[in-house]
């Protein structure tokens, strides 16, 4: 049962992610879609790191305890100034686990 | 292996693509470990054996659904909601292979089969990447070593948990998922060059938190699509970029 359930999931995981990948589909973009789709990774990366951001234990939390939010907003900042992934990664972690440390 | 001439222009081998890879997405890597160690330990919790805890992350490689799945199994909830829920988790991996159609069906079977196999939140969010910085067709050397490097240390991370087993130490509290905020952050707003691609991450970053708060499923999928349909009408709207 467990061997079936694994085989499963990793079908249909592998399906969703292959799907539009195969060219024998007959599925032709419109320019429409296209535009539309040149906004997935802002929107989908934007919705992935906000709520590990701004929510702490469940709650909505602004604050200046918050050290992902102060964290992030270093980032922000670097990444506008810098436009270097490597550094604004690595530097607004360390800042994060800083303030982890000292807090 | 083919050597794909036309598509390695930034990089002199594939070997230093594979790398160049492998480096965007290790910060990614470094976050996920945690989350390994978890999936293995709670599979073997659930009533797994060791060989099946490590199959579900050798070849389901999904860390939300393979976490969710684990606890229905422990729980005894039936294949069918599983499977369900599965379906709900990983339905934006629709989106990202729909987004990556045009650049990753055109390469042979091997590549359109390793790359999706591959194709996580943290390939797609490199490939993005490298896509705006580099203004170039993607590399698939570059996706590879990406999205391996990536799967190697999943698997690595879940044997881990698996000898551990019960005794994990309590390691959601690091703070290791900041790791992923900086990261996307890092990779997003250089993106942010125009006022559509600053509505659609303002809508998809409101939206997202309003939806975590609220336990909406499939609130990742909800809120990058309404991002999206924002972005794009006020684009047309005002006729942005053309």
Avoid at chain 1, 31 to 36: Q, T, Y
């Amino acid at each position: 049962m467990i061997t079936l359930t694994i085989l499963l999931m990793a079908a249909i995981i592998f399906c969703s992610r292959y799907l539009f990948l195969e060219p024998r589909l007959p599925l032709k973009l419109s320019s429409n879609i296209l535009k539309f789709l040149s906004y997935s990774a802002p929107a989908v990366l934007s919705a992935i790191w906000a709520p590990i951001v701004f929510i702490q234990q469940h709650e909505l939390s602004i604050s200046l305890d918050n050290h992902y939010l102060i964290s992030a907003v270093v980032a922000i900042i670097l990444a506008i100034t810098t436009h270097n992934t490597l550094l604004t990664t690595v530097l607004s972690m360390a800042l994060f686990f800083l303030l982890r440390f000292y807090q | 292996m083919s050597s794909q001439k036309s598509s390695a222009k930034p990089y002199s081998s594939n070997w230093k693509a594979w790398l160049a890879g492998a480096l965007a997405v290790m910060p990614l890597s470094i976050a996920v470990i945690p989350w390994g160690i978890l999936a293995g330990s709670l599979a073997l919790d659930a009533g797994l054996s060791p060989f099946e805890s490590q199959a579900m992350s050798a070849i389901v490689f999904a860390g939300a659904a393979q976490l969710v799945a684990v606890g229905m199994i422990k729980a005894g909830i039936g294949l069918t909601s599983i499977l369900i829920t599965t379906l709900l988790i990983t339905s934006r991996h629709l989106l990202y292979s729909m987004a990556m159609r045009a650049q990753i069906s055109p390469l042979p079977l091997k590549w359109r089969l390793s790359l999706g196999f591959l194709l996580t939140d943290e390939l797609f969010a490199i490939i993005a990447k490298n896509k705006d910085q580099a203004n170039q067709p993607l590399n698939p050397w570059y996706a590879l070593g990406g999205g391996l490097s990536f799967y190697l240390t999943w698997n690595i991370a879940s044997a881990a948990g698996i000898l551990i087993g019960h005794n994990i130490p309590n390691l959601e509290s690091w703070g290791l998922d900041f790791a992923i905020a900086a990261t996307f952050i890092a990779i997003v707003t250089p993106q942010i060059n125009r006022p559509s691609i600053l509505i659609c991450v303002l809508v998809s970053l409101v939206c997202s938190v309003v939806c975590e708060l609220f336990q909406v499923p499939s609130g990742l999928l909800i809120a990058s699509l309404l991002g999206m349909a924002c972005g794009s009408l006020y684009a047309k709207a005002t006729g942005e970029g053309e």
